[in-house]
Each structure stands twice: as C-alpha cells, then as structure tokens.
C-alpha cells in the first residue's frame, strides 16, 4: 500500500428500468426506493448518493406523485441536489453506445443535463457502470459537455500484470479523459449493513486486493448494486472502522470528490498513467455480450429508422421550415426524441429482455415513427407549397450535406385524363424517365435527379404534350440473367449468387450474395455453435431467377428460394432437428445508372428456430483487418482474426462471465469495408449490425437474424459464467416476415478514396419527393438552406450529425464532424437570416463568436473533431404555415405482396413448451428441498461451510423464482396466440398480478445471491487463515 491510503465508498443503484420486468413494474418500485433515500439523505446529514447517473428514473418517480406531495418533495430532493450529497444526471437514460447513433448520444446528454439543472446541479462524470463496450469517440462526446472523467467496468483488455484501476481514455481526435476501471464491478462493497458482523472485514479484503492495482493513494470501492430497495447504512461502519485505523482514511464519497482526489496525486507526483485508445469491446474480463448486435434484429431495424426519421428529415426540414416563416414544433420533437430514448438502455435496445419488454419497445417505435414522419412530411409539404409552381410539380429534397445525384424514385398520381406526359426540369430541360408498374391513377417513375442541392430541394415538372423522354449517357443495359452500367457488371449465377465485375480494374468477385444458415444454441446475449452444427447454405442449389424490370436508369432481377431448414435444436441442444420447414427467401437485386453499387432488397419469412442466418459475400482481398463504421463517422480498424484470451484473472476478481472461444464478431453503423490499399469491396447495409469476416477468402458475413429461446442460458460453448436470467423468450427466434436492405459496392482504394460512406447515405437515406399543384410562392425552384464544403474534397469530408433548434426553443445548432485526421478548413454557407454565429461546445454553450460573411462561416477543424455551432437567426416570412391537399409526400414505390412467403408458420408456444416450464419448476423445487436440508445439517460446521451452503440455497431459490417467473411469461404468451379461449383475457390479468409479485422476489434473490459471492469468497480466504478469521488489527501494508 502507498505511505497513506484513502479508501473511498461511493454509495448508488444501478436501475435497469426494464430487463426482467417491464416499466409499469418497475416504475412503481421507484417511489418506496426514493422516498427511503431521501429519509436517509433527511436523517443523515453526511450521507452522498449517486442516483444511477440517468435522470429519467426521477421523471419516473415524480409522475407518480400527486399535486403537494410532488412539489414537496422536489423542493427537498432540490435542497440534497444543490448541497452536493444527491448526485443526478449527466444522462437522461442508460443508453447503450454501440446500437444508438451520435445525434441520439448528444441528445440523450442534453436532456439528462436539462433535468439535473432543474434539480440543482449536473453530476459531470461519465457513469457508464454496466455498458456492453464503447466505440472510439465516446469520450470526445463526454467532453463536449464538459464531463473529464467515466466510470466503467466492460470493454477493457488489458493484460493482468499491466493493469491499472486509472487510466487515460482518448478519442480519434487526441480528446483525453480520466477512466475510472472499475474491474472488480460495480458492487464489490455491496449490502455491507445487510452483513454488519463481517462488514469491517470485507471492506478490508476488498482493500487488499484493489490496492496493487491503484497507481494513486485512492482506493475505490462500489457500495450498491441493482434495484435495491433503499440506500446502504454505511456511516457507522465507516466510523467504526476508521476508529481501529491510524494512517488509513475511509470515507463515503461521491465520484466527483474521487476523481478530485486521483487528479490531485496524479499533478502532485507526476504519475503517468497509461492511456487507451480506439474501441473497448474486450469480454477478457467482463463480457461485452457481442450477440446483443443481432439480437431481436427487429429493434434494431426499428430504431433506425426511427434515428433517421428525427436526425435526417424531422428536424432540419424543420429548421429549414422556420427559417422561412413556419413553425419549429420544438416540444413535439422533444417529446418524440424522449420516447426514442426510453428505448435506449442497454437491455432493451440489445434485445435481453423479456419478451414483454420488447414488445413495449416496438409499440413504442411504432409510434416514435410516425410522429416523425408526420414532423418531417409537413416540413416538407409547407415547404414545397411555398414555391412558386408553373404545372403539376415534383419537388425532391436532398437531407445531405453535400450535393447528389441520383435516380429517383417515386409513385407519382397522373392528373385526371392524362394518358401520356414529360417530365422537365425547372429551366425547361427535358429529363429521362422510365416508368414501372401502374395502378389506377398512380405510376412508378424513376427518373435523373441531377445535382440536388445541399439541405435542399430541386422542382420537376410534370407537361401534358407527348412523351419526351431523351436518352442518357450511361444507360443500364440487361440480358437474361446479367446487367451493367459503366462501372459495374453483375451475373446471376443458376444458384441465385452473383459474379460482380469491378469494370475499373476489371476484378471479378464471384459468388456474392449466398446465404448461410447454421444452428444457434446461445441465448439473446451470445451467439453459440452447438455440439453438432449442420451448415446450410444456397450455393450450388438451383433458385428461380426473373428479370422483374428492364430500362435505361434502373434494373431488377427477382431471385427466389425455397429452402429446406431444420426446424429447430434437438430437445437436448446439442444438434438440429431432423424435422425440416419450407424457408423461402426472396432477393431483388437491382443495378441503377450512374452508381457503382449492386443493391439487394432481401425478404424471408423465418419459421424455423434456434438459428442464425446471414449472407456472405467472398472478397479474396488480401488483408489482416476489416475496416467498419462507428459513430460519427469514425471508421474502426478491426483484426479480422478472433482475439483469445489468457486464461489469468488478477487475484481474486470475481468473473461475471468470459468469452471461451476467439470472438470475430463485430459491430458497424452503415458499412464495413475490406481493401488491400489499391481496390476494396465495402458490403453497406441499414440496421443490420452485426459482420464477421471469414478467414476462408476473407468473406465478409452479415448476419440477417439470430433465432434463440432463452434471454440467458448457462450452457454454451462459447461463453461461461451467469450473465442474465434463465428465462424463456419466444419472440427472441424473431418469426415472421423481414425485409433486409444491403448492397455491395466495389471501389478504388480504400474506403475514403472509395467514398464509401457517400453511396452509404446515398443508399440508407432516399431522397424523398412531394407532389405538388400550380400555385403561387416566394421560395426559388431550387434551393439550398445549408451546405458545408471542405476546400480540396468533392463530395466533402464533414458529415453532418444534427440540425436543430437549441434546447432553449432560440437559435439554431449545428454540428458536423471531421472524418480525416488531419486538419480540413471548412465553409458552411447559411444563406441568409442568420445574423451571429457561435462555436459552441456539445452543450450548446457558448465558447466564441465566428466572422460571418455574406452567409458563409470559415472555421479550421482538427482531424476527426466533432464541431458545434449556434446562430443567432431572423426567420424571414417566405411561406403559408400550410398546405393544401394538392401537396402530398409521395411513397417510393408500391407495396408488394410474395407469394412464396405465404407459408404456414409454427406456433409461437406450444403446449410441450409449458408442459417443459413446469417440469423445470418440479425439478427445481427437489433441489431446493435437498439443499436446505443439507443445509440443516452444516448448521454445526465451520463459517465457510455454512456460508457456502447458505450461497447455494439462495442460487437455487433464485433458479426456482425464474422457473416460475418463465413458466408464467409462458402461460401468458401461450393464451396470447390463442385467443379462442375462453376468458383468455382474464386468465391473462390474473397470470400479470403473479409475474408482477414474482418480479420483486427476483430482484430481492439477485441481491442476495451477488451478496453470497462474496461472502463465499470472504469465508474462503478466513478458512485459510489460522484463527478461522481476518487479523484485521495489522496495518494494510
């Protein structure tokens, strides 16, 4: 130990406000477990709490208070707020980094920050205790709100005999912050007054194992857990044991007074701690829990379109709206941002809860889109009505900062008798279409739509003359089973997998687009082989192939499969099924004009369970890494080899769970590239996150879905430990019908040179078209409301993350990010109205003032820096604050309905599968009847003995709760799919009020049972003490 140690115990709650139990739960518990705290924080004067570091659990708690009794006790949780001693914010919720975008991050600190001012004071640390791992530029975002320090547990790898509980945390762009390692977890001094005898004890050999790890005076412990139902009676053992100790100080602290403390030894001796760069998704002593990428894959194709639906369309065409005389629906958009937000925890947006849960969060998707898509599509409506129109009018808009060119595609509806038509652009120009399917008034059309603005908008016309329709320079041309543009030949194989010729290079990459489906025995957490697997996959089986549509600017070929899939894992797990379902599988593969890039729209209707199926696309690129997009457009370089991990643990850490096999899974926003530096191939995809590359030709895996069972399971071959409940989760083999979106995109160099991440947005987010009549207006037929330019790049190298009115309802705020590293000087042209210009930190406040010259900004930025600005805007009245309905948002195309996935499906639940629960339950009350009376029996033997059968009663009276718990989730979802029977409902009702009694036991055994672990672990080392106890009397030396 140093000369002096200082032994801080930071008391806190970990709340997960829907994991195994939903929110309407959950929520109810809030009020006992704050009005207890706040009785602790009344009566002790010295107590310090941490209250999660997530403020919407106090929106929670105050919701269900009423008139006086609400305003009562804020004004008291107010008074503990400002004094120092009740620590809240800086997140509004738990949010998981890696499967939510950097607006949402940004947001999610902006309201956490917003309602812990209203209380008093932000906590400025970074509380990011149960995280499933972090992408590089998570702590730049940290330290835009002027946060310099983070707390956590998951992610780092560092070796054992290198490893260090403070560290330095840095982004892509040098940004530095303190990192707290809290490898021991975050509840090594839990319950102490639940275990006063030994309490003084514990925290001493919690100490002594910390201490040689600690490179300052200061020595952490976590007093807290999960869901406990009130604060810790600390003090008087802290008291107790600071009168035994002369040089030791222990003290309950708060994170910020530990920080401080670090901080200050660090400066005063000059100690160097090492520093961490790039992404933490190591599992070596924590697991990262990888599976949750491809868990209930649904969610995660939810959740971006709901992301996009905000950052790329509601919000600036709102701004941009304003801007011209509309109204900024600024508490509606705050509304919506906040649903989204509540599906953000990490046990939600990873898909590891219980089936209910999930169901809660697709509701609320559900409704998060539409009221954004309303947002945005009145935006764009009062928009294109304010334009001064000559004839029936097709406005596109472009949501990129950068100016595009694309084909366009839309439904558009003809004006009555209008049997034929051409299409112009605003300056007359006659512009090349081709038209699609028809139905009644409506037509497919596809047409150039050359040089959209920036953040802007272009008008068409639609003229009753006769159809001109020139030629253009590149067509597509297409034969029986290949197509081809300038750039790109593709061939359809017999077996439905594509020959794609790179025509610059004249490189051919053969088979791409196969699928492959193998057995997944894991749980929603991992992914897991089986004992026996038995790979399927299309390569060498004959698919029907169709050329679905011909033309000039845009073909499609239809290719169709119907395979045969094992139904299911044997009821032992170890293999698949026997038993085989039809499993059929659409692809439309369609090559445009202009575009290098081969896009697939992808359908399947999954019937068959316990699997895991993915498309492959063969490279044969030379290379050891694979290259993937992470938040905010900084681009991971990942080994394409699985890391293995060292066996060693430091000294008595209690491993929650390890991965056992070399993990090659990976996450990625939008893209993951692979190059040899002279040609790539990137596979671009839309909320699908998950890719391995195989070492067999460096093929690159998307995985398309994971079916699996159970939430947790403690039998895989690739992960050990108990990570979550053994629950039994229906709706986590994700049946039914899902439509995919993905493409492959050959390419020069690497994934800049590439331009990789623009014919991603050019994929993900389609331009979008409004019809409109003849009518008069003030806005031009072509506009641009913002576009940022980077001298020397075309298209630029900023990308835009947010558009939006600042969070105070006055100015406008905007930030982009830099994706080189190196140093880019950049133009944002505003246009006008704009008045003053700010740079300002990620928290919208102020730090300069910028030179603003005939609407344009000039502003140096840092490789892979994130830039905030704020302006000072005059709307000016240019438009209506309406529309009429000759204005209407066109779909892009009509919706079809296939025929192969019309295929009968399995029962969610059967009959076998309760039949299965109560079996489990029977069996687990027998061995809970064997260990209390072994326990019984040990009641003469020694405390470790006792303590040991004690932990092992408590782990299986924790088993048999989630036993009763599953079987009663079963019972409901089983009434749930058969509605003909009779009173399901109130079978139903009765079956809720018993998961709801059960759900506050589970979480009462889980305390219990991380309390026994270590008690186990104190009454091992006693043991092996000569006096049967510790000698706590000797210094900590």
């Known amino acids: ?25 959950t929520r109810k518990w809030l009020v006992p477990f704050i009005d207890n705290l706040l009785k ?32 009562k006790k804020r004004k008291e949780m107010q008074g503990y707020v400002k004094g120092g001693r009740l620590l809240v914010g800086p997140f509004y919720i738990g949010s998981d980094w890696t499967l939510t975008s950097g607006a949402a991050q940004i947001h999610n600190l902006l309201y956490g920050h917003h309602e812990a001012k209203k209380l008093g004071k932000v906590m400025k640390v970074g509380w990011l205790l149960d995280q499933f791992g972090f992408p590089a530029q998570t702590w730049q975002v940290l330290k835009g709100f002027g946060i310099d320090s983070a707390f956590l547990w998951r992610g780092l790898g560092m070796d054992s005999d290198k490893m260090k509980s403070e560290v330095i945390l840095a982004s892509p762009d040098s940004s530095e912050i303190l990192g707290i390692y809290i490898w021991d977890s975050y509840r090594n001094a839990m319950a102490l007054s639940e275990t006063k005898e030994i309490a003084k004890e514990r925290i001493i050999s919690e100490v002594k194992k910390l201490i040689p790890y600690a490179l300052t005076e200061n020595v952490l412990l976590m007093n807290g857990y999960e869901f406990d139902p009130g604060p810790d009676d600390i003090l008087p053992i802290i008291d107790e044991i600071n009168r035994g100790e002369k040089e030791e100080k222990f003290l309950q602290s708060t994170p910020l007074e530990y920080v401080e403390a670090v901080k200050r030894f660090v400066e005063r001796h000059k100690v160097e701690l090492p520093e961490i760069k790039g992404y933490l ?56 941002w906040r649903m989204l937000l509540r599906n953000h925890p990490h046990d939600e947006i990873c898909g590891c809860g219980i089936d209910d849960i999930h169901r809660d969060n697709i509701y609320d998707y559900k409704e998060v889109l539409k009221a954004a898509n309303e947002v945005g599509d009145i935006s764009l409506k009062i928009i294109a009505q304010g334009i001064k129109t000559k004839s029936p009018a097709l406005v596109i808009f472009n949501p990129s900062a950068w100016e595009r060119s694309s084909v366009v595609q839309a439904v558009i509806r003809l004006p009555k008798g209008w049997k034929q038509f051409s299409l112009k652009d605003h300056r007359g120009r006659d512009v090349p279409f081709q038209l699609g399917r028809k139905r009644e008034d409506k037509v497919e059309i596809r047409f150039l739509g050359e040089h959209i603005p920036p953040y802007g908008y272009k008008s068409y016309y639609l003229t009753q003359d006769q159809s001109s329709n020139p030629k253009i320079k590149d067509p ?32 051919v990459y ?61 009821k032992n797990r170890t293999k698949r099924s026997k038993r085989t379902r039809k499993y059929p599988v659409v692809s439309y593969v369609e090559l445009r004009a202009g575009c290098p890039r081969v896009d697939f729209e992808n359908k399947v209707n999954n019937v068959v369970k316990d699997h895991r199926l993915r498309v492959l696309f063969p490279t044969d690129i030379k290379t050891d890494h694979s290259y993937a997009e992470q938040q905010l457009l900084d681009v991971a370089k990942f080994p394409i080899k699985g890391e293995t991990y060292p066996k060693d643990v430091p000294e008595g850490m209690l491993v929650a769970g390890r991965d056992t096999v070399p993990v090659a899974t990976r996450p990625q926003r939008s893209f993951v590239d692979l190059t040899d530096g002279e040609r790539g191939l990137a596979v671009i995809s839309f909320g699908l996150p998950e890719y391995e590359v195989l070492l067999e030709k460096n093929t690159i895996a998307l995985t398309l879905l994971r079916g699996v069972g159970w939430l947790a399971r403690t039998d895989l071959l690739t992960r050990e430990g108990d990570v979550g409940w053994e629950f039994f989760t229906p709706d986590a083999q994700c049946p039914g ?91 944002m042209r505003v246009g006008e109205g704009i008045k003053k210009a700010y740079r300002t930190d990620l928290a919208e406040e102020i730090k300069e003032e910028l030179k603003l010259k005939d609407g344009v900004i000039s502003l140096k930025v840092k490789g892979k820096e994130i830039v905030a600005l704020r302006m000072k805007m005059k709307p ?25 996935l019309k295929v009968d499906a399995p029962f969610l639940v059967t009959p076998e599968d309760i039949k299965n629960a109560k079996e489990r339950v029977r069996e687990r009350e027998k061995i809970l009847l064997k260990k209390e009376k072994d326990l019984r029996y040990k009641k003469g033997g020694s405390p470790a003995e006792i303590q040991e059968s004690k932990g092992e009663a408590i782990k299986v009276r924790r088993y048999l709760a989630e036993a009763k718990y599953s079987l009663l989730l079963t019972q409901k979802r089983w009434l749930e799919t058969n509605e003909q029977v009779t009173d399901y409902q109130l079978q139903i009702a009765d079956i809720e009020k018993e998961i709801e009694g059960i759900a506050s036991q589970l979480a009462r055994l889980r305390i219990e049972g991380r309390c026994a672990e270590f008690l186990d672990d104190y009454y091992k080392k006693a043991k092996d003490n000569a006096q049967n106890k510790f000698d706590y009397t000797k210094k900590l030396t």
């Open 876 to 900: 000016r009245k240019l438009i209506p604050n309406s529309f009429t309905q000759a204005t209407f948002l066109l779909p892009h195309s009509f919706p079809v309905e296939e025929d192969l």
């Open 40 to 71: 602790t924080l009344s009566l002790e004067p010295e107590y310090k709490y941490v209250l999660d570091g997530q403020t919407s659990i106090i929106e929670d708690y105050f919701d269900q208070l009423k008139g006086k009794e609400r305003g």
């Open 737 to 827: 019908k899902f439509t995919y979106a993905y493409s492959v995109l050959p390419h020069p160099g690497g994934w800049q040179e590439g331009l990789v991440h623009y014919w991603a947005e050019d994929r993900n987010c389609r331009i979008r078209t409004v019809q409109t009549d003849e009518h008069g207006g003030k806005l031009p037929e072509e506009h641009s409301f913002l576009s940022l330019s980077v001298e020397g790049f075309n298209p630029d190298v900023g990308r835009m993350i947010e558009v939006k009115k600042t969070e105070d309802d006055e100015d406008l705020e905007l930030s982009f990010v830099n994706y080189l590293d190196r140093e880019i000087n950049v133009k």
């Open 476 to 507: 597509v041309k297409s034969g029986d089973n290949w197509m081809r543009n300038s750039f790109t030949r593709v061939e359809i194989n017999e077996d439905g997998s594509l020959n794609i010729t790179d025509k610059l290079y004249d490189k």
């Open 1 to 25: 130990m140093k000369k002096k140690t200082i032994i801080h115990l930071i008391s806190h709650n970990h709340w997960d406000p829907a994991w195994f139990a939903q929110r309407k739960y």
């Open 510 to 570: 053969k088979n791409v687009g196969y699928f492959e489906d193998g057995a997944d025995s894991g749980d929603t957490y991992n992914y897991s082989f089986p004992k026996v697997d038995k790979i399927i996959t299309t390569l060498g089986r004959k698919a029907k192939i169709t050329l679905a549509e011909s033309g000039p600017l845009f073909t499609r070929f239809k290719i169709e499969y119907l395979l045969n899939l094992p139904e299911s894992l044997t």
């Open 281 to 336: 998704y190591s599992g070596r002593y924590a697991p990262v829990l990888c599976g949750v990428w491809s868990s209930r894959i649904y969610l995660k194709q939810a959740n971006e379109k709901c992301q996009q639906a905000l950052e790329k369309w509601a919000e600036p065409f709102s701004v941009f709206s304003w801007s011209v005389g509309g109204a900024y629906p600024f508490e509606k958009l705050s509304r919506i």
